[in-house]
């Protein structure tokens, strides 16, 4: 398969997939956001098939194999990825070993993003907020270090920064989806927060418990705000035009928590999401963040730090 049409196949899922990603992925570069772009069809591959769904909509295809056999295929042609070899294989692969060929990213990221599909595989839960945030570092994190490096980071402080990012996005992904994973099987809110608030996780869709899955939606908006603060630090170490996107990639995110939020107790009767108007609003935010060039300032003290 040829670079365009790679590229093009590319393009394509994170249209589907992302809209939030997908508009600040226009800002990069033409080189870097091509890239970018090619990462995120492989994650984003990966991550439908573990979950048997199509972009990450809630249509679910069938898939017969065993979780753990989906997660031995991934590993496999990932592999095979990184040899340079993909014939045959889905499309997202090839997208994967052109990212390899062009920014020799380390094969152990994606081995880590990986071992965090293979969590969701086992149906993994978590007892406290460290625990998640191994979770969220996997699937997310990760992201973050990968696309960076694609931008020429190679900096370890800068690189942390980035995989904060990833975090306060995964932080806000889970807030917003809490009932839509819970009728879907899946809880990822710590057993502790379920505990304190004498919920089971079998009651999250229960509209008669929205103030309480309102408290722990807020308490994992909150926690992401230190990681948002220190990924805030970082964009002013990327070149221009990617730190642009990337504010403003920081700044739709950001604010669906904050609608969230604002939105109080009441059961949200559809995804939370930002309108076109307020992703152009985070547009000129991101200029703005990535002309303040903020990469001096210390890290904020005691975040999850990423493993090494």
Not at 55 to 83: M, N
Not at 218 to 228: F, I, N, S, T
Request: hydrophobic residues 45%; charged residues 25%.
């Amino acid at each position: 398969m040829s670079g365009p049409d790679i590229a093009a196949i590319s393009a394509a899922s994170i249209a589907r997939g992302s809209k939030s990603f997908a508009a600040a992925s226009r800002l990069f570069p033409k080189r870097t956001r091509e890239s970018v772009v090619m990462l995120y069809a492989w994650c984003r591959h990966c991550d439908d098939v573990v979950d048997g769904q199509d972009a990450g909509s809630a249509l679910r295809h069938v898939d017969g194999r065993p979780p753990a056999e989906r997660i031995a295929a991934l590993r496999r042609d990932t592999d095979a990825a990184f040899q340079g070899d993909t014939e045959g294989l889905h499309p997202a692969f090839a997208a994967l070993a052109e990212v390899v060929r062009r920014h020799d990213l380390p094969r152990e990221d994606a081995a880590e993003h990986l071992a965090g599909f293979a969590m969701d595989a086992d149906g993994e839960a978590f007892r406290t907020l460290d625990e998640l945030f191994l979770y969220c570092w996997r699937v997310a994190g990760v992201v973050g270090v990968m696309m960076a490096r694609i931008m020429g980071v190679r900096e370890p402080g800068v690189l942390d920064r980035a995989s904060d990012l990833g975090l306060a996005f995964q932080l806000t992904n889970i807030a917003r989806d809490v009932v839509d994973d819970a009728v879907a099987g899946r809880v990822y809110l710590p057993a502790e927060w379920l505990a304190q608030e004498g919920l089971a996780s079998g009651e999250l869709a229960d509209p008669r418990r929205a103030e309480a899955v309102f408290r722990l939606r807020r308490r994992l908006v909150q926690a992401a705000e230190p990681y948002y603060a220190s990924a805030r630090i970082g964009v002013g170490a990327l070149p221009p035009r990617s730190a642009w996107a990337v504010g403003t990639a920081f700044g739709v995110y950001r604010r669906i928590g904050l609608k969230l939020v604002a939105r109080g107790p009441e059961p949200v009767p559809e995804r939370v999401s930002t309108s076109r108007g307020e992703k152009f609003a985070e547009i000129g935010r991101g200029a703005a963040m990535a002309l303040g060039r903020r990469a001096g300032a210390p890290r904020p003290p005691l975040l999850w730090t990423r493993p090494r």
